[in-house]
């Protein structure tokens, strides 16, 4: 049975704020408006509440410091995000500014896939901790964190780029955690990276 999700929205230029328990609708109502803010909520009560709060992408529970990653679609194409516990943005450490998109977020070229997306945010987050010496990193993608980025592929499902994404994470996570660090799995809704649109 598919869990029921809550997507709130605001758009101060229009002055429209709602919510709806529909993904699909909530994105038409989104789509091409300068500064929209959404998010998914598990329950419709989390939804009023951020919408009360004046829809701040910042208001997450206390989280662990480390570096967070996540990718998403929401705006039509991949993009990889890479923040502390706060939701700061952190790709600027190894991505010069003008190559990031007005949210601070790096737009994956060509037509990847989500989990691509996922696998490149991981890829920036552990250089970001090579370079900032943070040793805890953590996402909410499961095939990433156990799979992916451990080097474990099918490669018969998987493309060419890839398996070589998945090779160059493997080494780079393989070093991390001899150097002490450790990749760990939160969920999706308490992700401080989180880009505000995932189902």
């Known amino acids: ?24 609708e909530c994105r038409k109502i989104v789509s091409g408006k300068p500064n929209a803010k959404y998010k998914g909520f598990k329950t419709k009560k989390e939804a009023e509440d951020w919408l ?24 039509g194409d991949v993009e990889a995000s890479v923040t502390d516990e706060k939701g700061n943005n952190l790709l600027t450490e190894i991505i010069p500014k003008n190559q990031l998109n007005k949210f601070g977020k790096y737009h994956v070229p060509g037509r ?21 010496k943070v040793k805890k ?10 799979y992916w980025s451990k080097g474990f592929a099918r490669t018969k499902n998987v493309s060419e780029e890839t398996m070589k994404l998945v090779k160059e994470v493997s080494i780079l996570r393989e070093k991390f955690e001899k150097d002490g660090g450790r990749i760990g799995r939160i969920s999706g809704d308490d992700n ?3 880009l505000g649109f995932h189902r």
Do not use: C, H, Q
Request: net charge positive; glycine share 10%; proline share 2%.
């Open 137 to 146: 990193i953590f996402g909410d993608s499961k095939l990433v964190i156990n």
């Open 112 to 132: 990847k896939t989500n989990n691509y997306g996922e696998l490149l945010a991981v890829s920036l987050a552990l250089k970001i901790a090579d370079r900032t």
């Open 52 to 75: 009360a709060a004046g829809a701040d992408y910042s208001l997450k529970k206390a989280m662990e410091p480390g570096i967070y990653f996540d990718s998403g679609t929401g705006r």
């Open 1 to 24: 049975m598919k869990i029921k999700k809550y997507f709130a929205y605001n758009i101060s230029a229009e002055g429209k704020i709602g919510i709806t328990d529909n993904w699909e």
């Open 192 to 194: 401080p990276a989180d």
